[in-house]
């Protein structure tokens, strides 16, 4: 396992469609972090994971957005009916233990037409 | 709400010169504090960090410098080398709010060679 693998790299929706951002963490890590950059914009946390739970979803917005880090395969980011608003790169980290140690992956861009 | 912000945008420095990136925080509660290097396309990745109880670290060419009463830190990368070109984030960690990143919005480092 190289490092944190997310798929698609890149994703294109049209308006009112699903989009499904996918993030394996590196082996041996159990916590999983999502982030959201925005055009010239800094990485803003979105949500923290562990196997099963979710452990802070403060930064998610309320609606159309969800996630999930099940017991087996990768976690999933979700978001219902994309908006032009929602294209940005999303950005998946991992860790071992609770600590400020993350790794990152490559990211997927997720543009909305 | 920024409570990570890092003011200057861009930096073009020369090739072999220092380049010096700041950051400035306003929460007090910070346990860590990160720097990442980020190439187009690709995740952010781990440069140097800092406990708010110290007030440098070294490694290699980077060194970090941390001015608790002030709330700023800096970065340091001397000799600066064209490879060093890329956009560079000052992040914090509290323990204490939960596993989570702040990010400051990012300085765009080019190193003319």
């Known amino acids: 396992n190289a490092g944190v693998m997310q798929n698609p790299r890149h994703l294109v929706r049209r308006r009112g469609q699903e989009a499904r951002l996918r993030c394996s963490p590196m082996?041996?890590?159990?916590?999983v972090y999502w982030y959201r950059q925005l055009p010239e914009e800094g990485l803003k946390f979105m949500v923290y994971?562990?196997?099963?739970?979710?452990?802070?979803e403060s930064g998610m917005p309320k609606e159309r957005f969800s996630a999930e880090f099940p017991k087996e395969g990768p976690s999933i980011l979700r978001i219902q009916q994309v908006v032009r608003g929602d294209s940005a790169a999303y950005f998946c980290?991992?860790?071992?233990?609770?600590?400020?140690?993350?790794?990152f992956g490559s990211g997927t861009r997720l543009t909305v037409v | 709400d920024q409570q990570v912000k890092q003011n200057s945008p861009s930096l073009s420095v020369q090739e072999g010169r220092i380049s010096i990136l700041n950051c400035d925080y306003t929460?007090?509660?910070?346990?860590?504090f990160l720097w990442y290097k980020k190439y187009p396309a690709e995740g952010p990745t781990f440069l140097i960090s800092?406990?708010?109880?110290?007030d440098k670290n070294e490694d290699g060419r980077f060194t970090v410098f941390l001015n608790k009463s002030a709330k700023h830190l800096s970065l340091h990368i001397v000799p600066s080398q064209p490879g060093d070109s890329a956009v560079y984030f000052c992040?914090?960690?509290?323990?204490?709010?939960?596993?989570?990143?702040?990010f400051g919005g990012g300085t765009r480092v080019l190193v003319k060679p």
């Open positions: 980290a991992s860790t071992f233990g609770s600590n400020y140690g993350y790794t």
């Open positions: 082996k041996g890590h159990s916590h």
């Open positions: 994971l562990q196997k099963e739970n979710i452990i802070d």
């Open positions: 929460n007090s509660m910070f346990d860590y």
């Open positions: 800092i406990s708010s109880i110290k």
């Open positions: 992040a914090a960690f509290d323990k204490a709010a939960g596993n989570k990143l702040t």
